[in-house]
């Protein structure tokens, strides 16, 4: 897996020509990982960009791409995760997936992938079954690997505990202002490769937040080592040892974002930051219910919050 990837999560929850051609662009400078979602309806999109892509030679095939997908709760069910996948891969026009995670630990009632969670319609899954479908998944060719996403360190004990094929990745909400060091450090001994999404935040999303942007202490780091507050933020990622999704459809910017390879910080940096507050900012509150698999955020994250 190429350690930096790009993101393709929209506001408006579907693709356009707009994000085909940004993704071509990224293609074009550099980006070979690419993360998207059924949720996203970016899939349709990337195929697109791929497309393209080959066809101006860009890429000489479709191998030199990573690409992620996911399952999205609709689908948490061992009758349909074959058949999710092979739709995300007619979306994709795609033979196989790099990496098919498991989006979120909860199922929703089958039914049309849809925005608004309605809270009637969370379920608990069953993660012996809902994997043993995913490991099928991985033994038919249709995906490299397996995985997960937003899954704390008690839901994934209890996942590994019945899987044949432990998860490659968890890809979770990670950047300074939330570091992750328990759940990092349980992947890390487990073998699981942490996948860090909103590494800056996810400021200007509808559930994003401004405090890695407007952080005093990583505009100070910024300054000193002349670059970006955006590149000390993904370059303190990429030094806990995890790959990292990043998410701009400006080509200045996604240039920016690649460089980040030829310097480090230094012990005082990180010690600045390591220090700094934390507060999870993606909580997925619309999966916490009282008639639900989880009652409460503290449930749903095992206290990380």
């Known amino acids: 897996m190429p350690v930096l990837g790009m993101g393709t999560a929209e506001n408006l929850l579907e693709g356009s020509e707009r ?8 293609i074009e400078v550099g980006y070979r990982h690419f993360d998207t979602a059924s949720m996203y309806q970016t899939e349709e999109s990337l195929g697109e960009a791929v497309a393209e892509a080959l066809q101006l030679g860009l890429i000489k095939s479709r191998d030199e791409l990573f690409i992620t997908s996911k399952l999205w709760c609709t689908d948490a069910h061992p009758d349909r995760v074959l058949l999710a996948l092979q739709n995300s891969l007619r979306n994709l026009k795609l033979e196989y997936l790099d990496l098919y995670l498991i989006h979120y630990p909860v199922s929703l009632k089958p039914g049309k992938i849809v925005p608004n969670v309605q809270k009637d319609d969370l379920l608990p899954m069953d993660y012996k079954s809902v994997w043993a479908a995913m490991e099928e998944c991985q033994k038919l060719g249709l995906t490299k690997s397996i995985g997960v996403s937003n899954f704390s360190c008690k839901i994934l004990q209890e996942l590994m505990a019945t899987a044949s094929i432990p ?7 990670m950047n300074p202002m939330w570091q992750q060091k328990k759940l990092r450090d349980y992947c890390k001994a487990n073998n699981i490769l942490v996948t860090a999404y909103s590494p800056l935040g996810a400021k200007g999303t509808f559930w994003g937040s401004n405090a890695v942007i407007d952080s005093e202490v990583l505009n100070k780091i910024a300054l000193a080592r002349g670059k970006s507050l955006a590149q000390v933020s993904l370059r303190w990622v990429y030094e ?3 790959s990292l999704l990043v998410k701009s459809y400006n080509e ?3 240039k920016e974002n690649l460089k980040i390879f030829d310097w480090e910080l230094t012990t005082e940096d990180l010690n600045a930051i390591s220090e700094l ?6 909580i997925a509150d619309v999966l916490v219910s ?5 009652k409460s955020l503290e449930e749903l994250w095992d206290n990380e919050l």
């Open 252 to 254: 200045e910017r996604m």
């Open 19 to 26: 994000v085909k051609l940004a993704l071509v662009k990224a």
């Open 167 to 173: 998860p490659a990745v968890n890809q979770v909400e």
């Open 277 to 282: 507050p934390q507060r999870r900012v993606s």
């Open 240 to 242: 806990q040892g995890v």
């Open 290 to 294: 009282v008639n639900g698999p989880f």
